[in-house]
């Protein structure tokens, strides 16, 4: 008799379906014949400038040593934050991306008998960490494709342990001030903590921009996270880090794991930090890239959802997945968003000028072949 081993998982396990990831180059090309030379991926919120050379030079020069085990405590990684973001060191947690400082701490801090509160159309991350534990998803309606942030503070009941506020968020764009964060901090029961996913945030530019670690102080039961995946390149080498108390970041680095970051990874994001010619090339590029694809847009007659992150939301109608295999045969990658409650949208990463115009292109021709055409 076969073994049932899907009944043998624990029970969040058993109903939780992967994370689908964006469609890599290769596969595409294996799929439809292509040559990936002339494939555009806008999916997965990349930085099209490509890596850093500082920290390329770095990631080499670390390769010298892959036969040693890394610096478990990340110490010149930590430094350089510490320094940069004006916190101490022993409030810094590493992460194999955000996406696993996400996860120990939903670990650390919530069970079973708990309630973990997000927005609706947040960052897919949060639901499936919420069942891989148990806990219950306190799913928070929108407003305007953004968080509600009074509704999500009046969810919060005696059972809560973790909020979830994505700043800017994945995959909608949209943002909350710094006042309002601040506001909403203030509704917020002292022993329920709140996690504020600040993955976009070097992409934002302006007074009212929100900056979550200067609130620390204030806020005790804050968590920030952020990553190196976005405006400083480094997505295929993993690297994320969450800003707490002393205290919590205790908490997590018990069970996060001891050797979640790579030496060349930890190389590489200490030295990407120093780069401000990049960064600033980065936000440059993006906030031009943004511009492009919203100027096509209105010149296609077609509605998104104004963004502060290095992607922009469109509505391409309920006919969006054919849209999007279209947009594929045309060599071009984007994001479907109906797993997120938005089966009219497609998300768009920005990407370089001409690869913008090459999804452009293809967008246009893909609507009017659906029949949508402007």
Not at 253 to 274: E, G, H, I, K
């Amino acid at each position: 008799m076969a073994i049932d081993y899907q009944s043998l998982a624990v029970k969040g396990v058993q109903a939780l379906s992967p994370y689908q990831p964006g469609k890599p180059i290769s596969e595409l090309a294996r799929e439809l014949g292509l040559d990936s030379s002339e494939i555009v991926k806008l999916a997965s919120n990349e930085n099209p400038l490509g890596p850093s050379k500082k920290a390329i030079a770095a990631a080499e020069s670390a390769l010298t040593d892959l036969c040693l085990y890394p610096d478990g405590n990340g110490f010149d990684l930590k430094q350089k934050l510490s320094t940069r973001l004006g916190v101490g060191a022993d409030q810094i947690t590493l992460g194999n991306g955000s996406n696993d400082v996400l996860e120990v701490i939903a670990r650390c801090f919530a069970g079973a008998d708990s309630e973990i509160v997000f927005s609706q159309y947040a960052f897919a991350v949060y639901p499936l960490v919420t069942q891989a534990i148990g806990a219950k998803a306190v799913a928070v309606p929108a407003r305007a494709w953004g968080h509600d942030l009074d509704a999500m503070a009046a969810a919060v009941t005696e059972h809560t342990r973790l909020v979830f506020v994505a700043n800017p968020n994945n995959p909608t764009g949209t943002v909350n001030s710094s006042s309002a964060i601040e506001a909403f901090l203030g509704k917020i029961p002292e022993d329920v903590l709140v996690v504020l996913d600040e993955a976009y945030c070097e992409y934002m530019v302006g007074e009212e921009d929100p900056d979550g670690v200067s609130l620390l102080t204030r806020f005790p039961n804050l968590i920030v996270c952020r990553t190196f995946s976005k405006a400083w390149g480094l997505a295929a080498l993993r690297v994320g880090y969450s800003v707490s108390s002393p205290a919590i970041a205790d908490i997590l680095n018990r069970v996060r794991q001891p050797f979640n970051v790579s030496s060349v990874a930890l190389a590489a994001a200490t030295a990407v930090l120093d780069d401000e010619d990049y960064l600033q090339r980065s936000r440059e590029a993006n906030t031009s890239g943004l511009k492009q694809l919203e100027l096509a847009f209105d010149q296609m007659g077609l509605r998104y959802i104004p963004s502060s992150g290095n992607f922009v939301a469109v509505e391409v109608g309920p006919q969006a997945m054919d849209v999007y295999q279209a947009l594929l045969a045309h060599g071009v990658i984007v994001r479907p968003v109906a797993g997120y409650g938005m089966p009219n949208h497609l998300r768009v990463s920005v990407g370089l000028p001409e690869q913008n115009e090459q999804f452009i292109d293809a967008l246009s021709k893909a609507l009017a072949a659906a029949g949508q055409g402007a």
